[in-house]
Nanobody, 124 residues
Framework: QVQVVESGGGLVQPGGSLRLSCAAS????????MAWFRQAPGKDRELVAR???????????EYADSVKGRFTISRDDAKNTVHLQMSGLKPEDAAVYYC??????????????WGQGTQVTVST
């Protein structure tokens, strides 16, 4: 069993900041990458940011164009944890944010796991 648990969502005013965290635990042999996706009502789920595991000091992060310069993804390899620091939040950033993990459950078995999501609301 693998658990992926998000935390840190909530209500924030436009221009404010919020930090999301995601912790993975359980039967994980290795992690390839972890990522944050989001889904707003009536819209498709979209990739927000992704970070490679065990690759350099920063993990070659990639971001959606809409969040570049405002969001920062970081990882803690030892804790199998990824964070998403969000600043300059806009109403259009409001969504349920999901954490995903891609890796291997065993030496021969791949693994794709998702968290339950955490709500981010940006409003006055």
């Amino acid at each position: 069993q693998v658990q992926v648990v998000e935390s840190g969502g909530g209500l924030v005013q436009p221009g404010g900041s919020l930090r999301l965290s995601c912790a993975a635990s359980g039967s994980i042999f290795s992690i390839v990458h972890m990522a944050w996706f989001r889904q707003a009502p009536g819209k498709d789920r979209e990739l927000v940011a992704r970070v490679l595991w065990s690759v350099g000091s920063t993990g070659s992060p990639e971001y959606a164009d809409s969040v570049k310069g405002r969001f920062t993804i970081s990882r803690d390899d030892a804790k199998n944890t990824v964070h998403l620091q969000m600043s300059g939040l806009k109403p259009e950033d409001a969504a349920v944010y999901y954490c995903s993990l891609r890796g291997c459950r065993t030496r021969f078995e791949t693994l794709d796991s998702w968290g339950q999501g955490t709500q981010v609301t940006v409003s006055t």
